[in-house]
C-alpha cells in the first residue's frame, strides 16, 4: 500500500511563499510520476505540475513561473516551492502517485491571508 504524507502548508500574506513537501512510503515514487493537485473551496480538483522519473517536468499553464516542482530521490519527496501566492492560492493540496484513479495524500491546506 502505497502511503503519501503531505506537509508545509500554512496561512501566508498576499505575496508570501511556501514550500509543500509530500513524502512517499516505499519507492512509490519510482515507479509512480509524483504530481502535485490542489482542491479549492467548491472547486474540482485541478493539476498543478507532474515530475516524472524521466526527468520531464510538466505544468499546467497558469501555474507556469510561480510554481516550481523539485523532487530528492534519496529522500523519496518532493516538493512544491510556491511564490507571489494569491488569494486564488487558497486550497487544500494533495500528493499524488499514479494520477486520478492511483495513489492521494492526505492533503496540506493552504491560506492565503492579509
Known amino acids: 500500500q502505497v502511503r503519501l504524507v503531505e506537509s508545509g502548508g500554512g496561512v501566508v500574506q498576499p505575496g508570501g511563499s511556501l514550500t509543500l513537501s509530500c513524502v512517499a512510503s516505499?519507492?512509490?515514487?519510482?515507479?509512480?510520476?509524483p504530481q502535485w493537485w490542489r482542491q479549492a473551496p467548491g472547486n474540482q480538483r485541478e493539476f498543478i505540475a507532474e515530475?516524472?522519473?524521466?526527468?520531464?517536468?510538466t505544468y499546467e499553464n497558469s501555474m507556469k513561473g510561480r510554481f516550481i516542482i523539485s523532487r530528492d530521490n534519496a529522500k523519496n519527496t518532493i516538493y512544491l516551492r510556491m511564490t507571489d501566492l494569491k488569494f486564488e492560492d487558497t486550497a487544500v493540496y494533495y500528493c499524488?502517485?499514479?494520477?486520478?484513479?492511483?495513489?492521494w495524500g492526505q492533503g496540506t491546506q493552504v491560506t492565503v491571508s492579509s
Open positions: 499524488n502517485a499514479g494520477g486520478s484513479m492511483g495513489f
Open positions: 516505499g519507492n512509490a515514487f519510482n515507479i509512480y510520476d
Open positions: 515530475i516524472a522519473n524521466s526527468g520531464r517536468i
